[in-house]
């Protein structure tokens, strides 16, 4: 049995989603992607648990840096955080793209490439950063 093949639960913003009356569930993929996005979302040691759980914002958005600059540490921490997943083998690609927002707003839409544990290519999309 792989690890990609893990049940959870199934979120929506953040909140539980009922099928039926009963708590929705995600397996496989779904449930793989969601588990990252939410790790990508979670600033790092803010989780009580684990402090190495999630994503560096304060060292990608707070760092006087230029744009590119600012998305090379954004790709770097991406690959530090996803990393972090056992159910992901190797991350192959990351494509990070300007949102469409004003200059005063750092957001960026990410695209990541991934191979899981059980060899099954994935591409997990998210937006990063604060939006207005």
């Known amino acids: ?3 990609n093949n893990t049940t ?4 929506d913003h ?3 989603v009922l099928d039926h009356g009963r708590i929705a569930q995600l397996e496989g993929i779904p449930n793989l992607a969601q588990a990252l996005q939410i790790r990508l979302l979670t600033p790092l040691g803010d989780d009580r ?4 759980y999630g994503l560096d914002y304060r060292s990608v958005f707070t760092t006087p840096t230029t744009a590119h600059e600012m998305r090379d540490l954004l ?5 530090r955080t ?17 949102a469409e927002l004003d200059a005063h707003h ?27």
Request: overall charge negative.
């Open 1 to 3: 049995m792989t690890r």
């Open 8 to 11: 959870g639960i199934r979120l």
């Open 14 to 16: 953040g909140d539980i």
């Open 49 to 52: 648990y684990d402090i190495r």
């Open 75 to 79: 790709r770097l921490n991406l690959v």
């Open 82 to 98: 996803l990393t972090t997943d056992p159910r992901v083998a190797e991350i192959r690609d990351i494509e990070v793209v300007d």
């Open 106 to 132: 750092r957001v960026w839409n990410v695209a990541v490439s991934i191979i899981t544990s059980d060899g099954t290519p994935a591409v997990l999309t998210t937006t990063v950063g604060a939006p207005a």
